[in-house]
Nanobody, 116 residues
Framework: QVQLVESGGGLVQPGGSLRLSCAAS????????MSWYRQAPGKERQFVAS????????NYADSVKGRFTISTDNAKNTVYLQMNSLKPEDTAVYYC?????????WGQGTQVTVSS
């Protein structure tokens, strides 16, 4: 029902910045929230950040609080993740997720590598 496409990943030096984008399409029902998750090699997928589509409230994992910012452009059905002061431990595949009344939908993921 919902298609999500992430973009903006890549290779960046420690201390650098990246902005991820997630474009949502093909939905005719309410989306309650948009979220970012990440999965590093050998580890389970973990929560990064979320934003409510009603009120715009945000939540962040402790590990990224103060460095990452989630935002939306509702007119474009797009959610962003601005990542600053990147660390090697931020290296992972980042996934966009949409929470709807019919369940969660996931994008294909985009690779973020933080390394010198």
């Amino acid at each position: 029902q919902v298609q999500l496409v992430e973009s903006g990943g890549g290779l960046v030096q420690p201390g650098g910045s990246l902005r991820l984008s997630c474009a949502a399409s093909r939905f005719t029902f309410s989306v309650y929230a948009m979220s970012w998750y990440r999965q590093a090699p050998g580890k389970e997928r973990q929560f990064v950040a979320s934003i409510s589509t009603t009120g715009g409230s945000t939540n962040y994992a402790d590990s990224v609080k103060g460095r990452f910012t989630i935002s939306t452009d509702n007119a474009k059905n797009t959610v962003y993740l601005q990542m600053n002061s990147l660390k090697p431990e931020d290296t992972a595949v980042y996934y966009c997720s949409a929470t709807t009344r019919r369940g969660d939908y996931w994008g294909q993921g985009t690779q973020v590598t933080v390394s010198s």
